[in-house]
């Protein structure tokens, strides 16, 4: 397949429907250390300055200023600081399949994808810039964050093109990943079914006891409260990007009631669903 244009990137990525869930700056200690977890949205990370150690599934790469990463949904990773360090995080949402169907694999951000010295000083101060912008929720502002993401998308599939990369396929390190990533998988299946420990295990045919272990050892939850942290994580998005009304939501992701769904969000966030919509339209900030 002939390289692709910039003007053809541009048009296939503006099929994406990228709506943008969280743009900030994130500052971390040497040593500090990010425990395992899967992130529900999809993340782009900039190093503004300093270097630390990424391991996203299975996959272990040092970064330092001007690299940057792009990290879909639902990946395994962890972090570990190996000096203070600066970054600049985006979450967000896309509609991958419409823009998809016909490019060229080379092109396509379905697992993780690392860039060392993808950026510039310019570049880095406009994403300092725009993380401003953000804080302050300028109108215009989920605007200039799309526009930024397929900015940062054409500039990676280009370097691609010129160093003739191709996707880093996940490279599971044990047995254990890959049952749990078999029991994410599962997961956004049943969604929006009630469904338990037990449920998931007769699906694949393993016991109970054999998922708590895995989910203890590789994200330090058990695998009960990951289903419903994964639930309340879906329920963030539904309540930003949706009208659903909240008792229809609680009952899309298979919450008992209208009640156990509010008192469990408001655990967890420390706001009640409806007060959370109404709230200023802030972006959703998950943990790094």
């Known amino acids: 397949m002939n390289p692709i244009s910039v003007d053809a990137l541009s048009s296939r990525l ?68 190996e000096q203070a360090t600066s970054l600049v995080l985006i979450d967000f949402t896309a ?21 060392h010295g993808l950026l ?18 300028y109108p215009g ?15 990676a599939m280009l370097y691609r093109e010129q160093h003739n990369l191709v996707p880093i396929l996940p490279k599971r390190t044990s047995s254990h ?3 749990l990533h078999e029991c994410i ?10 469904l338990k420990v037990n449920d ?25 409260q990951f289903i419903l942290q994964y639930k309340l994580n879906r329920s963030l998005y539904l309540l930003k990007s949706t009208e659903d009304s909240v008792q229809s939501i609680a009952s899309q992701l298979a919450f008992s009631s209208l009640y156990h769904f509010s008192a469990v969000f408001k655990g967890e966030y420390g706001i009640s669903p409806l007060r959370y919509r109404h709230s200023v339209k802030k972006p959703v900030t998950y943990p790094f």
């Open 14 to 81: 503006s099929k994406l429907n990228i709506d943008p869930v969280h743009y900030g700056t994130a500052s971390f200690k040497k040593g500090d250390r990010i425990s395992p977890r899967y992130h529900p949205v999809s993340r782009i990370i900039a190093v503004l300055d300093g270097a630390f150690q990424l391991t996203a599934d299975g996959q272990t790469t040092a970064f330092k200023k001007y690299d940057l990463a792009i990290i879909p949904a639902n990946t395994l990773y962890e972090a570990e600081m």
């Open 95 to 115: 509609d991958h399949n419409s823009a998809y169907e016909d490019l060229d694999t080379k092109y396509r951000f379905s697992s993780p994808q690392i860039y």
């Open 120 to 137: 510039d000083q310019r570049q880095l101060d406009n994403l300092k810039h725009l993380s401003t912008t953000a804080e302050k929720h």
């Open 141 to 155: 502002c989920y605007l200039l964050i799309q526009q930024m993401i397929v900015r940062i998308f054409i500039v």
């Open 177 to 179: 990943e890959v049952v």
């Open 185 to 194: 998988a599962l997961i956004e299946a049943h969604i929006s079914e009630p």
């Open 200 to 224: 998931l295990a007769a699906m694949m045919n393993y016991t109970p006891n054999y998922l708590y272990k895995i989910f203890e050892e590789l994200l330090h939850v058990s695998c009960k």
